[in-house]
């Protein structure tokens, strides 16, 4: 299972930090990464990071903007999102999958019910 919180409303050039508590059998192995849908578009790969917290891997439009980042302990991802532009709006997913990681979403196993950022003046 994968709870997502952390959305909301935010200003060009704000910040926001979403959060993916993940639960279950040996998800503490799964890969795990944050994926964004905005209306009308395809569902595309945002950041992903391995089952160890390591390998973090990034789409062209958020290098330099997003961190993502895992707590071992608590089982979760983490991802700040700094210097938001409008057409980062978009609902934004947690998944986790079986394999490596990457921002594949076809190879993603379990999914969150996402989570709403708005970025808007």
């Known amino acids: 299972q994968l709870v997502e919180s952390g959305g909301g409303l935010v200003q060009p050039g704000g910040s926001l930090i979403l959060s993916c508590a993940a639960s279950?059998?040996?998800?503490?192995?799964?890969?795990l990464g944050w994926f964004r849908q905005a209306p009308g578009k395809e569902r595309e790969g945002v950041s992903c990071?391995?089952?160890?917290?390591?390998?973090?891997k990034y789409a062209d439009s958020v290098k330099g903007r997003f961190i993502i980042s895992k707590d071992m302990e608590e089982n979760a991802v983490y991802m700040q999102m700094n210097n938001l532009r409008p057409e980062d709006t978009a609902v934004y997913y947690c998944?986790?999958?079986?394999?490596?990681?990457?921002?594949?979403?076809?190879?993603?196993?379990?999914w969150g019910q996402g989570v709403q950022v708005t970025v808007s003046s």
């Open positions: 279950g059998p040996n998800s503490e192995y799964y890969a």
């Open positions: 990071i391995s089952g160890y917290g390591g390998s973090p």
């Open positions: 998944a986790a999958s079986q394999l490596t990681g990457t921002l594949d979403p076809t190879e993603y196993d379990y």
